[in-house]
């Protein structure tokens, strides 16, 4: 089952790569490049953000950073995030482990592969044929570096959508390219906005709530909108930080949320929403937010709002992925994503998406998005994901629910064929 699940050329769903230009202008420095998603396991583990800083500095040598790497690399390496890292430079680079003999080896063996075209060989190994990139907020404008053979784009809008004081305020008036006095003048902009950048992407992400607020957006009027947008402007009177309480600005953002979801319905795009645990991958290394409040249940009133746009939770809700399974059971308008779960937990993962497989229809389920920052991680992750795609299916195969067509059938769906469904992707 392996060998058919790796013909499968994958559609991988979600990840932050940079362009292949900007990766290969760039010293190549594994112990800050491939630190993504291990460092969490290091701040779990205690890691301090003084240690984060030496560790990722790439003006100091290799030699100095080792020791704080060794510290925690030992019990970090048998999570997913450090056998997607494992897996990695082994396949790529032929290096067993990570040690203190090795990595000289591994600094010269990547050095050796940053060439142009890099990126298309880790991908041509991993059998990806398509990827979505995330980039953060960006300007509009669709990947320009980035070779549009292999990668298509999503565009977020929170920058505009989450304004919480008058700083914010200006910043998406630059963006949208408009004077903003009241409520109109900012709903239209940024309407004119998102029908002017959405067409050159093929959906909309966004992070934000669940990392900094919460995936629950009640209901505002103009109104109340226009009460918060108030507050909000008047701040620019008082002190230059000055802020209204989160309280007072939330219809503004629950309203703009709302204007967004009509745009994104009207364009017919789908929604990719980060749902479930949030990384603490940054600079002081704590969770930016409590992940109850990621909780994808905190959603329903949206999906009952919006019964045309495809909501799709990714990263399998983890750990609320059997809320995320009953919701895509009751909701038609809601997909799942397993983007990033394969490495954070590679069990879980297996396990979910097989329960998922007896719950859920099989056209719902997207199974793979690296969700990494540097691309040797989305190699690893696909080798994480393969392995399981084919023992999840094998096994209802061998309990005699499904027969070998219908597993084949079902992987290249899962792997590949709904999302180019959703996203209609052209090859
Ligand atoms: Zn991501």
């Given amino acids: 089952m392996l060998d058919v699940v790796g013909s499968i050329p994958i559609v991988d769903t979600h990840e932050h790569l940079e362009a292949e230009v900007d990766r290969l202008s760039r010293v190549q420095d ?58 990695a430079i082994r396949e790529l680079y032929g290096i067993g482990d990570l040690t203190r003999d090795t990595y000289p080896k591994l600094v010269e063996a990547v050095k050796n592969r940053a060439t142009k075209g890099f990126y298309r060989w880790v991908l041509e190994r991993a059998n990806i044929r398509r990827v979505i990139i995330d980039h953060g907020d960006n300007t509009g404008e669709s990947l320009p570096k980035f ?100 309280d007072t600005v939330k219809p503004l953002q629950d309203y703009l949320f709302r204007v967004m979801l009509s745009e994104i319905e009207a364009l017919g795009k ?39 746009v495809k909501f799709i939770l990714f990263h399998a809700s983890y750990p609320y992925s059997r809320e995320a399974g009953v919701l895509a ?37 997207m199974a793979f998005g690296g969700d990494y920052g540097y691309i040797e991680g989305t190699y690893g992750a696909s080798r994480i994901a393969r392995q399981a795609v084919a023992r999840v299916i094998q096994e209802k195969v061998d309990k005699g629910h499904w027969d070998k067509e219908d597993a084949e059938k079902v992987a290249g769906r899962i792997l590949r064929q709904n999302a180019e469904a959703v996203f209609k992707l052209t090859q």
């Fill in 329 to 365: 059971k009751q909701w038609p308008n809601v997909y799942l994503d397993l983007c990033w779960m394969h490495e954070i937990n590679p069990k879980a993962y297996e396990d979910i998406l097989s329960e998922w497989l007896e719950l859920v229809p099989n056209n719902k389920i």
């Fill in 270 to 308: 789908p929604f990719q929403i980060h749902t479930g645990i949030q990384s603490s991958c940054n600079a002081d290394g704590t969770p930016t937010n409590a992940v109850y409040n990621a909780n994808p249940t905190l959603l329903i009133n949206l999906f009952r709002e919006y019964p045309s």
């Fill in 30 to 87: 594994p112990l800050s490049n491939f630190m993504h998603y291990v460092c969490d396991d290091f701040f779990a583990q205690g890691m301090t953000p003084e240690e984060y800083a030496i560790l990722t500095d790439r003006g100091r040598p290799w030699e100095e950073r080792w020791p704080v790497f060794e510290r925690y690399w030992d019990y970090a390496k048998t999570t997913g995030y450090g056998l997607a890292l494992r897996i």
């Fill in 147 to 246: 070779d549009r053979d292999l990668f298509t784009g999503v565009i977020r809008y929170e920058g505009i959508v989450f304004i919480k004081n008058w700083r914010d305020l200006a910043n998406a008036s630059r963006r949208l390219k408009a004077p903003i006095h009241n409520l109109s003048d900012l709903e239209s902009a940024f309407r004119r906005y998102i029908r002017e950048t959405l067409p050159n992407f093929v959906g909309v992400k966004t992070s934000y709530p669940a990392y900094w607020q919460s995936l629950k957006f009640e209901y505002a009027t103009f109104n109340e909108a226009e009460y918060a947008l108030k507050a909000v402007i008047q701040g620019k009177e008082g002190f230059r930080d000055y802020a209204p309480s989160l």
